[in-house]
């Protein structure tokens, strides 16, 4: 089974618009950790933003923001007033903490915004 | 934040011939690095775990005999890939994690595309 599903290929959204990019995720692990990683065209990967299992309250970093629903397992990634730099490769990822401090990181498939005037 | 750098960016070699990647964590330190493979318009998979001062750990599928990985420092792993073939032509990412910082994110390095002929 997948652990990391993104169901989104691509989105489109105005700038200056609110988007909306679906992850859910998969594992018996009580401890685990959420992120979502930005790829531009470049090729680099650009950390967003951070969600623990524990967290109590949903993260945010300036326009970006989680909306973590634990019991539904989702962890979708909200971005506000998007820009046109927006455009890009994104990606959801989970660490889960049983597998040690080596814990890798699984990536999801991805999806891809364009940003529209 | 935390910067990983990787070398060289792009590298374009004959078929047969090894490729060395090195990838460096510049302002801290990372007992484990990551490597990840990207062919185009797809998401990233996971080659192998770097450990500092022992083997590397790796995925099943990979084969530790043509993808070698070195994790001499805390600051520095690097993935020569042996006997290269056209079909190894991908973006290489390598990642590493401040081991300081529980539960911090992990830094991704620039990528090296490989391109062989």
């Known amino acids: 089974a997948q652990k990391i599903t993104q169901t989104q290929p691509g989105m489109f959204v105005q700038e200056k618009e609110a988007v909306t990019l679906d992850c859910t995720y998969d594992?018996?692990?009580?401890?685990?950790?959420l992120f979502w990683y930005k790829q531009p065209s470049s090729g680099e990967m650009i950390f967003l933003i951070y969600?623990?299992?524990?967290?109590?309250q949903n993260a945010t970093e300036g326009r970006y923001s989680l909306n973590f629903q634990k019991a539904r397992k989702s962890a979708n990634l909200v971005i506000s007033a998007s820009q046109l730099g927006d455009s890009a490769m994104y990606f959801c990822?989970?660490?889960?903490?049983?597998?040690?401090?080596?814990?890798?990181?699984?990536f999801g498939t991805g999806t891809r915004l364009q940003v529209t005037l | 934040g935390a910067v990983v750098s990787q070398h060289p960016s792009r590298v374009i070699c004959k078929s047969g011939t090894s490729v060395k990647i090195e990838c460096r964590s510049l302002d801290f330190q990372a007992t484990t690095m990551f490597w990840y493979r990207q062919f185009p318009k797809q998401s990233l998979m996971l080659m192998a775990t770097s450990n500092e001062g022992s083997k590397a750990t790796y995925e099943q599928g990979v084969e530790k005999d043509k993808f070698l990985i070195n994790h001499a420092s805390l600051t520095l792993s690097t993935l020569t890939v042996t006997s290269a073939h056209p079909e190894d032509s991908s973006f290489y990412i390598c990642?590493?994690?401040?081991?300081?910082?529980?539960?911090?994110?992990?830094?991704f390095g620039p990528g090296t595309r490989l391109t062989v002929l």
């Open positions: 990642s590493a994690r401040d081991f300081l910082l529980a539960g911090g994110p992990y830094f």
């Open positions: 990822a989970m660490r889960e903490w049983s597998t040690g401090t080596a814990s890798k990181l699984t």
């Open positions: 969600q623990g299992s524990y967290d109590q």
């Open positions: 594992t018996s692990d009580p401890s685990y950790g």
